[in-house]
């Protein structure tokens, strides 16, 4: 597939991304002709990935409650996720800088799977186990992420489109809680199903484009 071309010094780095046109397979142009704005697309991916990360407070007292935690269980529990993050951040800039398609649909898949997961999950061990996935997903969802929609913006507008998928992802961190709290109140599989379900359609839509 052709790649994006971006005008720059011959032999310079691509726009100030520091990054070498031949180190990153930036978003194809017949994929950015007929797909939304990158701030859009990035801003609902970040969005979701923060919804869950701060779901898990109002959840705490209920698990503590279920399975007998203690506060250093529950803390781990609650750090889980922040620790899969940092191991996924770091992989998810690693894999953009090859395939940017391909590392924002592995890190939805593998983020779907996970949301469905703990929805079902019972254990401390388990919950703990997939909190860590959820945190590794949500790492290589940022990386492709942010590397999209540098890739896509022109230098020009990229700190606003910064800006604007920054604020989506403190939404979504607003939001988490409530989402929390309506498991608790009906179905925790059907709620995070639900969130799961969405991150893999996102995964198949971000595939078709």
Known sequence: ???????????????????????????????????????????????????????VTPLLPHYAA??????????????????????????????????????????????????????????????DAIRTLQGIAGGIIWGGGLVWLVASTPRARRGAALGKVFAASTAGTLMGPLLGTLALAASGGAVFGGVGGGALLLGLYVGRL
């Open 1 to 55: 597939m052709a790649q994006t071309r971006a005008c720059r010094p011959r032999g310079g780095p691509r726009l100030g991304t520091g990054v070498e046109p031949r180190r990153i397979r930036a978003v194809p142009l017949a994929v950015a002709a007929r797909s939304p704005s990158a701030t859009v697309l990035v801003a609902i991916l970040l969005v979701v990935e923060c919804v869950m990360y701060s779901a």
């Open 66 to 127: 279920a399975y007998g935690l203690s506060k250093t269980a529950a803390g781990v529990l609650a750090a889980s996720y922040s620790i899969g993050f940092l191991g996924g951040a770091p992989l998810g800039g690693w894999m953009a800088a090859r395939a940017v398609r391909g590392t924002v649909i592995a890190g939805l898949v593998l983020f779907g799977a996970a949301a469905l997961a703990f929805g079902l999950a019972g254990g401390v061990l388990l919950l």
